[in-house]
């Protein structure tokens, strides 16, 4: 499985971005898709997750109400529409599948992407 995440850039804090995750071999609908980010010198720090096209999302508290995760296994993609970003959001943004049942964190996904680099000015 190949990940691509895409759609970071640089924004002013209140801004929008809207970022994606491509799979090539279209076998998101089969797995819990995950989002996470990592700042430097931090680990990876799970933001977002969904479980199935009807499923309801789970967030990190510090993101909830300001993203949103959605899907379209059609098109093999995910996308996470990251709402009022603050600097504190700033990191590379990466999505993974999980592949170990569990809890939401980084050592139960894999299949990690090219991350995306998201940076917010203040």
């Known amino acids: 499985v190949q990940l691509q995440a895409s759609g970071g850039g640089l924004v002013q804090a209140g801004g929008s971005l809207r970022l994606s995750c491509v799979d090539s071999?279209?076998?998101?609908?089969?797995?819990?898709v995950g989002w996470f980010r990592q700042a430097p010198g931090e680990g990876r720090e799970f933001v977002a997750a969904?479980?199935?096209?009807?499923?309801?999302?789970t967030y990190a508290d510090s993101v909830k109400g300001r993203f949103a995760f959605s899907r379209d296994n059609a098109k093999g993609t995910v996308y996470l529409q990251m709402n009022s970003l603050k600097p504190e959001d700033t990191a590379v943004y990466y999505c993974?599948?999980?592949?170990?049942?569990?809890?939401?964190?980084?050592?139960?996904?894999?299949?990690w992407g090219q991350g995306t680099q998201v940076t917010v000015s203040s």
């Open positions: 993974a599948l999980q592949l170990l049942p569990g809890p939401y964190s980084a050592e139960n996904f894999g299949s």
């Open positions: 071999g279209r076998t998101f609908s089969r797995y819990v």
């Open positions: 969904d479980g199935s096209t009807a499923g309801t999302a």
